[in-house]
């Protein structure tokens, strides 16, 4: 379509064609004329007359004007990313007809160019998450962008924790595109155990069995970012800003993530996407839940008592690495929605694949080498293991704990930082914060890998105990912390139910320098998953590797289709444990999730446990 439009007093020639909308000024023979040109898959939306949406909506009544609204990409700044913005344009047309012609061509065009945009969405919103602004977030930027696009939403506003995700486990989800949580990190953990193991039950598949095939998930997971650090939101697209997201929901941007199954003892514990650590910071997390009524200033207070306890923990780790050919958790890459790596990945795993069935054949065929013999032993004393499936970088440390970390080439990067000197270990989280590699280091390892075992102990020492018919203080430990977590679990069907009590932490042995100063420390620490304490010391996580995903990017809009290592089967009627990730309610507030790592600024509370050992000599002098 093509015709004469006005701007003002300035006249324009539009033209619309299978893929752009241009207009170009007419003016002077003699000088140069500019041709603005937008995307048809950016057109957000088209409305009669001369209307504003944001901050505001406004709109003034004219029968021969429309305005068309688009997406504008601006420089962040600082950021890795780029902003969003909602831009907009109107035009007066010579006749009304000329106008409708104009409005429904556009609409058109972006529907049939754009199939993957959602038409209908169902919103989840925390109300307390961050600063409990989730709700104000989502009806004064959100909405407007949703209903200029022509998106049906149905809200809910959760009222106690894991009702979304018990929500997407009963509910009927037919008609739905996709599903939206307003909130944090932990907001974001709900709805995707939701999504997934609804998926499963549905395919009728067990989620124990850490070899199992995970059927593809076909809803997606938007992220409208509301919560204290949004690390999963800043870790794809680079910024932290609602209507950025929000538009990459609108035009149907998709981003695959990897997902890491977390199992113990035969039995899927929960899914992870982002950080899985075991001592600093499953100590942090331990230490903040015990001093809950100081409210945030908690987080800074655990991280320097945390540090100062100087405590480093034995363990095993098996691992299972992956490719190094491929792609190396020290290339120096940084990955974002589009990154290349994972692209290439996806592509050399299923380059020809037209359905499920195939895709699958195709993955367990590559797949077949990762066998035992493949796997690599380290045993030693560690102040920290740590798992990540992405880079978990955040605006206070813009690189994260892994920079160079992938989010859909089916690895996670596996760091490990030795038993140190105390200074040694202030200045790995320190690099945290800066430019500097935190991994060159005497004392840090880091294994991109497929796959890690974790245990306490060695199979030696438990033999040792197992021959005297006693059980070793990390086992006697353990079963403790186990046997308060199992008591409180009732199951029924498919659906494990769960109480409000809380497996509480290992107790410390007495107070803030516990490490320098106490004969006797704790023999092991707990598991920091997505901010939740796992009472687990052994453990088995295996990255679920994301199959397939839409060629468009973002980070704000994941679709989530985990992968296989071997083929699984259908839960018959005779297991008993197939009810999925053991989540718990705990001791939390209405609609709050426990916060950890990614919703707690972790690096803030690094930073300013720094500030406060340098602004006391005494402590500095301690450490000394």
Known sequence: MESSLWLGNSRYRGVLTGWTFNWTRIGNKNRHDKTISVPVADVVGVEEGRVSVLPHKSAEDSDKDFTVFYVKRVSSGSSRGLLWRLGQTQFSCPSRVLRDQWTKHLRAAFKTHCPLRPSRLLVFINPLGGKKKGRHIYDSLAAP???LAGISCHVIVTERANQARDHLLKKDLTGFDGVVCVG??????????????????EAGLCEN????VLQACPLHIGIIPAGSTDCVCFATIGVIDPVTSALHIIIGDSQPLDVCSVHHSSTLVRYSVSLLGYGFFGDVLAQSERKRWMGPLRYDYAGMVVYLSNRSYPGVVHFLPADPMLSSPRDKTRCLSGCDVCSRSTERLFPQCSDSSSLC????SQNSGDSEGDWVRVEGRFRCV??????????????????SAHLADGT?????????HPLGFLKYLYRHTSSQDQFDLPFVEVHRVKAIRFSASSGEEEDVYKEAGESSPAAEEEEEDKRGYEEDISRNGSKLHLTSKRPQPPKATCGVLCGVCCSKAPTTSVWNCDGEILPFTDILCRIQ????????????????????LKAGRPCSQEMTKCEGPNLQEGTKKAGRLSLGPHQIPFLTTVVNSINYLFFYPSIAFVLI
Not at 209 to 212: L, M, V
């Open 145 to 147: 962008l949703f209903e």
């Open 184 to 201: 944090g990190d932990g907001m974001f953990s709900e709805v995707l155990h939701g999504v997934i193991g609804r998926t499963q039950q």
């Open 209 to 212: 069995e850490p070899s199992a």
């Open 361 to 364: 054949s195709s993955y367990l």
């Open 386 to 403: 740590s798992l990540t499936c992405m880079s978990c970088s955040c605006p206070k440390s813009p690189l994260g704990l892994s920079p």
């Open 412 to 420: 996670g990067d596996l760091i490990l930082v030795w038993d140190s």
């Open 545 to 564: 590797r994301v199959l397939l995903g839409p060629s468009e990017f973002t980070g704000s809009w994941c679709d989530f289709t985990p992968g296989a």
